[in-house]
């Protein structure tokens, strides 16, 4: 398994220091971290091995190795492969829930319990929003893709990710008026950051689709 390290994590967590934010930070990145074990234990049971884990400045992120039997195995317009794709995005926030109802029932510092309970509430909304690649947008793509099929899974995803970034814009920008976390803002850096460059990875596509249609 390939092993990758994001040097941007060590810029924001500077920053995050410099702001008197490291505690959150450190929240964020623990629940982040548990959110992509939740990834990695359902891509395992269900029988994918990882390829590639990544340290980068939300936390962890892992790859894994396709399956040639899982794509010849039709199911509707995709494969299995695509079911497998679905159920490993739904893991993430499924384990920051379970986290939070853990956290609820548990005693322990009223403190610490509020800022597991939130750094995991956030977590979970987050990844839920039907922005690619988040798991939300995974989600989504995948049902899609599965009863519509690729190009029609790509081409309404890649809508639906830029008018969610617009409106996750607009509300984390009143969220940081009002509360002043940093954090909201690297997050809206980051996900404009994804969705450009997911954009410009299906234009390249759409290429190659119009191309293929012309040809048969």
């Given at each position: 398994?390939?092993?990758?390290?994001?040097?941007?994590i060590?810029?924001i967590?500077?920053?995050?220091?410099?702001?008197?934010q490291?505690?959150?930070?450190?929240?964020?990145?623990?629940?982040?971290?548990?959110?992509?074990?939740?990834?990695?234990?359902?891509?395992?049971?269900?029988?994918?091995?990882?390829?590639?884990?990544?340290?980068?400045?939300?936390?962890?992120?892992?790859?894994?190795?396709?399956?040639?039997?899982?794509?010849?195995k039709?199911?509707?317009?995709?494969?299995?492969?695509?079911?497998?794709?679905?159920?490993?995005?739904?893991?993430?926030?499924?384990?920051?829930?379970?986290?939070?109802?853990?956290?609820a029932?548990?005693?322990?510092?009223?403190?610490?319990?509020?800022?597991?309970?939130?750094?995991?509430?956030?977590?979970?909304?987050?990844?839920?929003?039907?922005?690619?690649?988040?798991?939300?947008?995974?989600?989504?793509?995948?049902?899609?893709?599965?009863?519509?099929?690729?190009?029609?899974?790509?081409?309404?995803?890649?809508?639906?990710?830029?008018?969610?970034?617009?409106?996750?814009?607009?509300?984390?920008?009143?969220a940081?008026?009002?509360?002043?976390?940093?954090?909201?803002?690297?997050?809206?850096?980051?996900?404009?950051?994804?969705?450009?460059?997911?954009?410009?990875?299906?234009?390249?596509?759409?290429?190659?689709?119009?191309?293929?249609?012309?040809?048969?």
């Amino acid at each position: 398994m390939k092993f990758k390290i994001d040097l941007k994590i060590f810029l924001i967590t500077f920053l995050f220091f410099m702001t008197s934010q490291i505690k959150i930070y450190i929240t964020m990145m623990i629940c982040a971290i548990l959110h992509e074990l939740g990834h990695l234990i359902m891509g395992i049971i269900l029988g994918m091995k990882p390829e590639k884990l990544e340290i980068i400045p939300i936390g962890i992120r892992i790859t894994f190795k396709l399956n040639i039997k899982d794509i010849n195995k039709k199911v509707k317009k995709a494969n299995k492969l695509e079911i497998k794709k679905i159920l490993i995005a739904i893991a993430g926030p499924a384990i920051n829930i379970l986290l939070i109802i853990i956290s609820a029932t548990t005693k322990i510092n009223i403190i610490a319990k509020i800022n597991f309970i939130y750094a995991n509430l956030l977590l979970a909304i987050i990844n839920l929003v039907p922005i690619y690649p988040l798991d939300g947008g995974r989600i989504l793509k995948g049902i899609i893709t599965i009863f519509k099929g690729k190009q029609k899974g790509e081409q309404t995803i890649n809508i639906i990710s830029i008018i969610s970034t617009i409106i996750t814009t607009i509300i984390g920008t009143i969220a940081v008026i009002n509360n002043k976390n940093i954090a909201i803002i690297f997050f809206i850096i980051y996900i404009w950051a994804i969705v450009i460059k997911e954009n410009k990875k299906y234009k390249n596509r759409k290429i190659i689709y119009e191309l293929l249609e012309k040809n048969y």
